[in-house]
């Protein structure tokens, strides 16, 4: 899986300076695995949110409007 081989390749980075560096490793991975099983991380994005609002909430949470751009591009945006 091209996930689980990136997570591993930035654990060994990531703990590459520690001691005892193998065993630590195999700690944080088997942590790191069992969390995203348990949490469901590969699908998440994928998954339909439980809202029905469908931006509402958001919108009235935090209601925001877009003004246009600047004259660099970049855009404007008018939060209340």
Known sequence: NEIIDLMAL????????YEPRVETLRQVFEDVTEW??????ATILRSPLDCDHKGDFH???WPSWFLGRDRYGHPVI???
């Open 78 to 80: 008018l939060d209340r």
């Open 59 to 61: 919108r009235h949470v």
């Open 36 to 41: 995203r099983l348990k949490w469901d991380v």
């Open 10 to 17: 930035r654990l060994v980075r990531g703990y590459w300076r």
